[in-house]
């Protein structure tokens, strides 16, 4: 199966900080990989689809200056926190999609004191 | 765009008895409709999958069913066990699309 991976599965910052999460398929090329937040007790929702050499497309309500998203090669998306603020605490996780199945990261937990 | 609604958000069930999920989704275009199972602090983890030209699949005790003219999709849980209680998501997309997931439901199997 493919198979895709996070880094770094956890991290705590202060406030205002940036903090840059990396989703890299391992094994295939994904052109497009997409970026979801999950924050506790709810669903995974879409913030993002990141495209390899062109510019992401942000759902409603995400904002582009936040959360920046880099999709520089066929293997690697990145998603930066900009100043980030406790309400930005949260579980990050991507997908790529391969053979017509997604296969997701293992996820990202940010925790912003 | 997608929107998919799943319900109930919580099912109790006891050892050895069914559960069943719903789900229902909007866009007539999408033609991928997977379920998760999720634990805490994980990644989703894909139990079954069926894709619009297959009304019905089965895998030992999971099985789901599609109706793409009511554009509903459900999923059956036989035999249930206490390892099956966890949090199970309904997504729906067309290929190589971002999957949009339902609110999901919080499964928990008494024994």
């Known amino acids: 199966g493919a198979v895709v991976s996070q880094h770094p599965s956890w991290v705590i910052c202060k406030s205002g900080t940036s903090v840059k999460i990396e989703c890299r398929s391992l094994d295939f090329q994904a052109t497009t990989m997409f970026w979801y937040r999950q924050f506790p007790k709810q669903s995974l929702m879409l913030m993002a689809t990141?495209?390899?050499?062109?510019?992401?497309?942000?759902e409603q309500g995400v904002e582009k200056d936040k959360f920046l998203i880099n999709h520089a090669s066929l293997t690697l998306s990145t998603l930066t926190v900009t100043s980030a603020h406790p309400e930005d605490s949260s579980f990050y996780i991507c997908?790529?999609?391969?053979?017509?199945?997604?296969?997701f990261g293992p996820g990202t937990r940010l925790t912003v004191l | 765009g997608e929107n998919v609604e799943q319900h109930p958000s919580t099912l109790s069930v006891q050892e050895g008895d069914s559960a069943v999920i719903k789900c229902t989704y909007s866009d007539s275009a999408s033609n991928y409709f997977p379920w998760y199972k999720q634990e805490l602090g994980k990644r989703p983890q894909l139990i079954i999958d069926?894709?619009?030209?297959?009304g019905e699949k089965k895998d030992q005790r999971i099985a789901v069913t599609l109706n793409k003219t009511a554009k509903h999709f459900s999923l059956h849980i036989t035999e249930t066990q206490p390892e099956d209680s966890a949090v199970y998501f309904c997504a729906a997309n067309q290929a190589g699309t971002a999957l949009i997931f339902g609110k999901g439901t919080t499964l928990s199997v008494s024994s």
């Open positions: 990141s495209n390899e050499g062109s510019k992401a497309t942000y």
């Open positions: 069926i894709r619009s030209n297959v």
């Open positions: 997908s790529a999609p391969f053979r017509n199945e997604q296969f």
